[in-house]
């Protein structure tokens, strides 16, 4: 079965500026705002999001990268040698509120992973979570703040969102497995 589209470069470009709004509200401005992208797809779209936030509030929003590979309780299913992205954050998360930034949902443990890097590295005085697909079936106690859009599921489909700095095109993708 092919790839059915669910969401085109229009329609990714709608939802980051809504999540980008919404982020602003919620935080009543960007004071002590600061953004992390989990690694791959995270990280341009968290791009994206500051950018979105410059235009609106005119301030530059601090973005970081996080690497979560040694950080999953799936390494030992994973590659024997995981490929390892880096963690780029240049700048003190301590007392800050930290919007982490992902691609898609699913089962919420990359969130927890996530967290648990971030808190090795310093104590924010929040997180936040914004995602551009929520696919459901958590098995942890996670959801999101800001999600670009529900896409319900069956655990046998896979989204894949594509996104320009890495695949070349923006959209996104819903198929059976293989």
Known sequence: MGHTEIMDQNAIARAITRISHEIIEKNKGVENLVLIGIQRRGVPLAGRIAEKIKDVEGREIPVGILDITLY??????????????????????????????DDVIYTGRTVRA???????????????LAVLIDRGHRELPIRADYVGKNVPTSRSEIVHVNVFEIDGLNNVTIADKE
């Open 72 to 101: 999953r309780d799936d390494l030992s299913l994973l590659n024997e040698h995981p490929v390892i992205n880096g963690t780029e954050i240049n700048f003190d998360i301590a007392g800050k509120k930290l919007v982490l930034v």
């Open 114 to 128: 996530a967290i648990d890097a971030l808190m090795d590295i310093n104590r924010p005085k929040m997180i936040q």
